[in-house]
T-cell receptor, first 112, second 117 residues
């Protein structure tokens, strides 16, 4: 599974757009990019997944350039409740279930 | 729909004692995973069940750890005897068996915080 690199921490203010970039230079052709969110005292929670270009859901957007060596999670107009750790994971999806490889994640702190 | 539940939420034991953690996956989910995070480290995979069978146990640290999933429903993770380095948060996750056209989201429980003194 491809190794990922993302900032250890980020600070933001309420109402701002937050972009967290993840590098995955060794991504394989059949790898997907998945982001999880983890609040204190909870387990990780799936946010969004994509293969290329742009994916958007009710929570976030995921931008993936053509070379797929990086990806950016975009959180529009963050609130205090978006304070959490965000993990970028890279791996094949269609393998009927498989382990997730977590990195250190990015600790996002949203301030009033 | 109920999510993944884990019991207990916290456990404090002394070195050498035995502890059993329980995970109840989302009903109908055949995939069940155990992960853990020890202090200051990343979340690490321990093992993966498909129904009652161990699909991948490459992450189990040593033979003091025993995971079971009798009947393919809930799972237990026993640590015997517990050591200081076993302290951490143990997460369970589950997911349905999916076809090739579906994503493979894993649903995590809140974790069990284990402290070995």
């Amino acid at each position: 599974l491809a190794k990922t690199t993302q900032p250890i921490s980020m600070d933001s203010y309420e109402g701002q757009e937050v972009n967290i970039t993840c590098s995955h230079n060794n991504i394989a052709t059949n790898d997907y990019i998945t982001w999880y969110q983890q609040f204190p005292s909870q387990g990780p929670r799936f946010i969004i997944q994509g293969y290329k270009t742009k994916v958007t859901n009710e929570v976030a957007s995921l931008f993936i350039p053509a070379d797929r060596k990086s990806s950016t999670l975009s959180l529009p107009r963050v609130s205090l409740s978006d304070t959490a750790v965000y993990y970028c994971l890279v791996g094949a999806v269609y393998n009927q279930g498989g382990k997730l490889i977590f990195g250190q994640g990015t600790e996002l702190s949203v301030k009033p | 729909e109920a999510g993944v539940t884990q019991f207990p939420s916290h456990s404090v034991i002394e070195k050498g004692q035995t502890v059993t953690l329980r995970c109840d996956p989302i009903s109908g989910h055949d995939n069940l995973y155990w992960y853990r995070r020890v202090m200051g480290k990343e979340i690490k995979f321990l093992l993966h069940f498909v129904k009652e069978s161990k699909q991948d146990e490459s992450g189990m640290p040593n033979n003091r750890f025993l995971a079971e999933r009798t009947g393919g429903t809930y799972s237990t993770l026993k640590v015997q005897p517990a050591e200081l380095e076993d302290s951490g948060v143990y997460f369970c996750a589950s997911s349905p068996l999916m076809g090739a056209s579906s994503t493979d989201t894993q649903y995590f429980g809140p974790g069990t915080r284990l402290t070995v003194l």
